[in-house]
C-alpha cells in the first residue's frame, strides 16, 4: 500500500448509515491506517459541521485533518472550520431559485458555509424519513429573504416529492444546465442538490491532491452515490460499494461489500495482503 499516496472516502452509504459509522472494521481500519503515516480525507455532501462528529471519530483530525463538504464546494481543516477552498453561488440565483419553488409549493433549503445553518423557505419537509429524526431542526433554519451577498451559499438541497419532481424538472432547466445539479436516493423522495460552477468532489480532490502534492494516479477512493462519480473520474483507483446502483458501479474501477459488512475495510485489507505477498 505504500504506492498509495492519498485514500478518499465517501461518508453516508460508504462508512456511515443513519449518520453512524455502519461498521466497526471501517473505523479501526482507518484510524490504524492514518497511524501508519497513510493519508486519508473524506468528501461528503454533509456540511462541515455535520462531517466534523464523524472525521473525529475516525481521527481524520489528527493526521492530515482535510474534510471536504458540500459535494467539494468546501475544503477545510476537520479540526476547526478553517477552510482552503469555499466556492459560493451567486445570491440573485439563489433568490430565482427560492421564488421558483415557492411558487411551485417545493421545499428548498440554502446552506451556509461557516455556520451550522440554511435558509429555508417557509415550505414544511415531505420527507417522512427525514422528518422521524427531526433532520430539519438539526440546523438554524434562516429566512430566506436574509441570503445576501455577504454570506457564502455553498450548496441548495430542494426535496422534491415523487408528484412533482416533473415540475420540477421542467422549471429549473435554465438552472441545471447552468449549474451543478445532483439527483440524491438515499432518503424516501428525490432530492436535488446544486452547487456552483465547475464544482464537485472530483473537483475538490484535485485541489487537496495540489495542495498536498500527491498523485492521483495513486489516489483510491470509495463512493456509493452519483455525486461520487466525479471522484472515480479523477482518481487512479475508484472502488464502489455494493450498496451502489448499477451506474455507479459501471463508472468505478471495481467494487466491494456493502457499507454495513465494512466494505472499505474489506477491500484496504485484501489490497495490504496482495502487496504483502
Known sequence: ???????VSDLDGTLLMDGEIANDNDRDMIRCLQAQDYKIVLATGRTWYAASVAAKELYIDRYVDLVICNNGAIVSKASKYEPIMVKKIATNVIQELFTLMIANDICMYAFVADKDAAYWNGVPCPSVNLNKIDWANSFENLPYQEASDDVDIVQVMILTPFEKEKQFLEITKEYRAMLPCIKNDHEDMPFYEFNAENV????????????????????????????????????????????ASDTVKHKATT???????????????QMIMNLEE
Open 255 to 269: 467494487t466491494t461489500l456493502s457499507v454495513t459488512d465494512g466494505g472499505v475495510s474489506y477491500y484496504l485489507n
Open 1 to 7: 500500500m505504500k504506492n498509495i499516496d492519498l485514500i
Open 200 to 243: 464537485s468532489k472530483g473537483s475538490a480532490i484535485e485541489f487537496i491532491a495540489d495542495h498536498l502534492k500527491v498523485d492521483l494516479k495513486k489516489t483510491i477512493a470509495f463512493g456509493d452515490n452519483y455525486n461520487d462519480i466525479s471522484m472515480f473520474d479523477v482518481v487512479g483507483t475508484s472502488i464502489a460499494m455494493d450498496n
